[in-house]
């Protein structure tokens, strides 16, 4: 049974970093893309950030230069990096691995919480 379980949300300020992580069970980690995900109120969730295999990342153009995405299969986790926050980054983040649709593939974990606010 293929889990992930985030964690690293926070109540933060505006200008604020914050390193999301994301530890996956089940599954042969290094063999996937790896994607981070978030849901903001009322809002679909979107795909936010992708690195595959082979290192090649992907971004959300609102998170280009912001955010960065890391991978350890060692450790089977992923990582979000987030820089310069801003309020619309509020959401709760989710990692899970993209289907061909850019969906996630495995039942989803809880998310971790991220609140910008000043």
């Known amino acids: 049974q293929v889990q992930f379980a985030e964690s690293g949300g926070a109540l933060v300020r505006p200008g604020a970093s914050l390193r999301l992580s994301c530890a996956a069970s089940g599954i042969a980690f290094s063999h996937y893309t790896m994607a981070w995900y978030r849901q903001a109120p009322g809002k679909q969730r979107e795909l936010v950030a992708t690195r595959t295999t082979d290192d090649i990342t992907n971004y959300l153009g609102s998170v280009k230069g912001r955010f960065t995405i890391a991978r350890d299969n060692a450790k089977k986790m992923v990582f979000l990096q987030m820089n310069a926050l801003k309020p619309e980054d509020t959401a709760v983040y989710y990692c899970?691995?993209?289907?061909?649709?850019?969906?996630?593939?495995?039942?989803w974990g809880k998310g971790t919480l991220v609140t910008v606010s000043s």
């Open positions: 899970n691995v993209p289907n061909s649709s850019g969906n996630g593939m495995f039942d």
